[in-house]
């Protein structure tokens, strides 16, 4: 074999290579090699969404490369990286320093990362064991990455105290000042305890009772890692928490800044295996923030062994077309006071960035005079981003949260009201934030702050519609905050149903607008086709651990329904919202009731069918009844309940007499917000009553659920995370 081959920039050394992959996704990689082939790095995305695996998504996702993204390093920099796979972090270094050795087992893996990067003149890389590869490496490097490695380490060294060993090899080949990143799981994250699976060895629990003598690999809680460092002398280090954990990093939080309220609302997903849902980890989270114990809980850890940075959180919104892709980050400036920075992440990207500080003297002359501040925006030309001044305080939607966790819609209101009148000032003027939502005020006795104001236009925006929206956006995010009826608050404002309608569906244009129609985490996540499982004997009382798109059904064998004789069927929706559901029931079975989701939803039984005969066939008596929602049409329906139910009475029915009978559903259900629901049901109720089927016909339907259903195969509607 040749010792040093190159695929384009890309040097790959086989001084130290046995022959053998030891570490493989298997027959997975071929596709990998030929996708790279055949792709630019801007078509992965597109790739990830057509094939809906999970290997494909986890190697070829950009956003794999957030956890090295923020890192400030000087472009003179040397970088080693210790097990670099497939090259999702490769090419990021290889953009932010002047050289790059890569190591890795893997040749087919590292031929995967040499042709992806192949544009890369900088990187070189060597295959085989690392204890091999070591001894021909230089002394001075200024960063080692070590990016879901460092649990490998056993394997890698082999001997008594294999981490320490490992440390202390690395930390011969940095130069003085230079740093050490590792990226790993915590062992303790509170997603293991909640009922995900041990990410390396695919069991329950494992981590948390901890590992077998000959575990392949091995995760570290927090004081773990810090008892390692400190065997090793190292003695500087710096903890990141990445969340919601560091594969797919979208929020860095570090000890200097820890979550607020309502941060950490990404919980549900996991997107390499299926899980049990045990808890709410959202409200979890919520109860260790308030007593201080996140670090140790977080899922994953960033450690910079080393001199640290100024920065002390990050934000990614790089789900975006490439014109808006972004990252802010809270940093530590020469003075010691906080600032927030706004940086492009795509070239695309500078004429957003760079037009906040445009948005800002707009509002600001908007305002002058009024009861809203508007926080600072200057232009770092030297950094390359947009930045602020750090206001204290507390947000608005966690002045709001209180009132609701208290039972006080008094003050509740009377909060809405005080934001209704200092938005409201000079609203003629034709200057508008589309997104002065309540998250983005801040609230510091009677100093009210707008601190983002990305998304500004030149142009009037009623306040009634950005309190609609305010409203709309506040609720999404947990289910809570629906206890209070907003609708003498929307009467008040003169927002009519028409209106609502309106501006939600300006809502699902935006978001379009700033995704470019990219797929969303959710949505990838509900492609992979992954499972959460609710125990039998939590589901009684685990509501809130159930994610809005979960199907149950309860079997009514003439003593009515109970969870016992409930399931939830492993059938999931697909990327179309559609569920096929084959349900085999035995002949004491009176009435099959079918919760298609547990949320407001609109749902149309596109088919049905009874021991292989369409229920619609003349002799197929089988009644259906919405429980809790309303017709629209003879084979859809609007519910405006979390808690939607469908019976198919058998009770006329002539059984076939045999042991088990066969209903097969197919559904289409859409998930709408509550308030679209409510406004949906209030104009059935206005029109005169629609016709009750008894069976799932395809007549004509009205004319208002024609609309609406037409709107809804036009789109697709965005996906909300449960709570």
């Known amino acids: 074999m040749q010792e040093v081959i190159k695929i384009g920039g890309v040097s790959l050394n086989f001084k130290h290579y046995s022959g053998v992959d030891l570490y493989s996704d298997g027959v997975i990689e071929n596709d990998l090699l030929e996708i790279v082939k055949k792709y630019k790095k801007e078509e992965y995305q597109k790739v990830i969404e057509e094939r809906n695996n999970w290997p494909i998504m986890y190697h070829l996702s950009d956003q794999r490369a957030n ?56 990187v070189t890389i060597h295959v085989g064991n690392f204890r091999d590869i070591e001894p021909d490496l230089p002394k001075d490097f200024d960063y080692i990455f070590l990016i879901g490695v460092f649990e490998y380490g056993q394997g890698y060294i082999g ?189 695309a990207a500078k004429e957003h960035v760079f037009g906040i500080r445009d948005a800002y003297l707009g509002l600001r002359q908007r305002f002058q005079g009024g009861d809203l501040e508007i926080n600072d925006c200057s232009i770092d030309d030297k950094l390359g981003c947009a930045v602020f001044s750090f206001v204290n305080g507390v947000p608005l939607a966690s002045l709001l949260d209180e009132c609701v966790d208290r039972d006080d819609p008094d003050g509740f209101f009377a909060l809405v009201g005080e934001y209704i009148k200092r938005i409201s000032y000079k609203e003629d003027y034709p200057v508008s934030d589309y997104d002065l939502i309540f998250s983005n005020i801040m609230v510091n ?36 905050r629906e206890k209070f009826d907003l609708k003498p608050l929307y009467k008040k404002l003169d927002i009519t149903e028409d209106e609502a309608k309106e501006l939600l569906e300006e809502e699902y244009q935006f978001q379009k607008y700033v995704t470019g129609n990219r797929k969303s985490m959710v949505e990838l996540w509900k492609a992979l086709g992954r499972k959460t499982i609710v125990p039998k004997e939590l589901r009684g009382g685990a509501e809130a651990a159930r994610p809005d798109d979960c199907v149950q059904v309860y079997l009514d064998e003439g003593n009515g329904y109970s969870e016992d004789d409930s399931f939830f069927p492993e059938e999931v929706y697909d990327d179309n919202n559609i569920i096929k559901l084959d349900l085999r029931i035995s002949d004491d079975c009176r009435t099959v009731r079918v919760d298609p989701a547990f949320a407001p939803c609109i749902v149309t039984i596109k088919d049905a069918l009874w021991n292989g005969k369409a229920i619609s066939d003349p002799g197929c008596d089988i009644d259906i009844h919405p ?46 917000p509550r308030n679209a629901a409510d406004a949906i049901a209030d104009s059935l109720h206005e029109e005169e009553p629609a016709p009750q089927p008894k069976k799932g016909g395809k007549n004509l339907i009205k004319k208002i659920g024609k609309k609406i259903i037409e709107k809804r195969e036009e789109r697709m509607y965005k996906d909300e995370e449960w709570d």
């Open 159 to 347: 001997t008594d105290s294999p981490y320490e060993k490992f440390l202390r090899m690395l930390k011969r080949h940095l130069k003085r000042g230079g740093r050490i990143v590792i990226a790993i799981e915590n062992r303790l994250g509170l997603k293991y305890f909640a009922g995900c699976k041990e990410d390396h060895l695919g069991s329950y629990f494992t981590g948390i009772e901890g590992y077998s003598p000959d575990s392949v690999a091995r995760t570290f809680s927090r004081n773990g890692l810090i008892n390692i460092f400190k065997k090793c002398g190292m003695n500087e280090y710096h903890f990141y928490y990445p969340y919601p954990d560091y594969k797919f990093m979208s929020l860095l939080h570090s000890d200097s800044y820890t979550p607020k309220f309502g941060d950490l609302q990404d919980n549900v997903r996991n997107y390499d295996q299926d899980r049990l849902v045990l808890f709410n980890e959202k409200r979890a989270y919520e109860d260790l923030v308030r007593e201080d114990m996140y670090q140790e809980f977080a899922n994953s850890f960033e450690v910079i062994l080393g001199p640290g940075f100024d920065t002390i959180y990050s934000k990614y919104s790089n789900d975006r077309v490439d014109e808006f892709k972004i990252r802010t980050d809270i940093a530590i400036d020469k003075t010691g006071r906080r600032v927030i920075r706004k940086f492009p992440l795509t070239e």
């Open 445 to 480: 006795g009677p100093i009210w702050t707008i601190i983002d104001y990305e998304w500004t236009y030149g142009k009037c925006i009623p306040a009634k519609e950005q309190v609609w929206r305010a409203l709309y956006c506040y609720r999404l995010e947990d289910r809570k």
């Open 67 to 122: 956890i090295v993204e923020w890192i400030p390093m000087d472009k003179r920099a040397k970088v080693l990286e210790v097990g670099s796979g497939c090259g999702a972090i490769t090419g990021m270094l290889a953009s932010k320093a002047k050289e790059v050795v890569a190591c890795d087992l893997s040749r087919r893996r590292s031929e995967i990362n040499a042709t992806r990067n192949a544009d890369c003149d900088n």
């Open 627 to 672: 429980v809790n929602g309303q017709w629209i049409s003879d084979d859809t329906f609007v519910f405006n309940s979390e808690d939607p139910n469908i019976e198919f009475g058998l009770m006329s029915q002539k059984l076939n007499m045999q042991a088990r009978n066969h209903l097969e559903l197919t559904l289409l259900t859409t998930l709408i």
